[in-house]
């Protein structure tokens, strides 16, 4: 058996990760937690609203690739830590793209037998507006999905 848990590194995905230990250490089961690279979008602050598309740009700044890669390799070590505490064989990765297509399009490719994910994310409050990647993560998987509260 081998499970795939997804981590934004939220205390929801490290719940997530706890609670796939549980499960895949009396079952021998082998473990993989990933972290999907997706560039955040940062606020440069101010008082004054966007107006225009050049107040945007100004304002608006977009993470780079790279800092958003060492942001996940920075959680896949906390993850790792947890991991080398368990009597599970594991590895950690990164994706790339949308999270909950490119965790149930790698949990399919790959054959894992579950996958785990947090029930919130860090970003809850996109999430409310946009959807829970949880939520879209049920929907797309081909492989059983276990959301953790």
Do not use: N, W
Request: with cysteine.
């Amino acid at each position: 058996m081998k499970y795939l848990v997804a981590t934004d590194g939220s205390s929801e995905s490290m719940d997530a990760l706890e609670r796939c230990l549980e499960i895949a250490e009396p079952l021998g089961a082998y473990v993989e937690v990933v972290h999907v690279v997706q560039p955040e979008l940062h606020d440069l602050g101010g008082v004054e609203s966007v107006e225009s598309a050049v107040d945007a740009r100004e304002k608006l700044v977009f993470e780079s690739v790279s800092d958003a890669e060492d942001r996940g390799l920075d959680l896949l070590e906390e993850a790792e830590a947890v991991l080398a505490d368990s009597d599970v064989g594991y590895d950690t990765g990164l994706l790339y793209g949308d999270p909950a297509p490119a965790i149930a399009d790698y949990a399919e490719e790959e054959g894992f037998d579950g996958v785990f994910v947090g029930h919130k994310g860090r970003s809850e409050r996109m999430e409310y507006h946009l959807g829970s990647v949880a939520a879209d993560l049920v929907q797309r998987a081909t492989v059983p999905v276990t959301v953790v509260r």
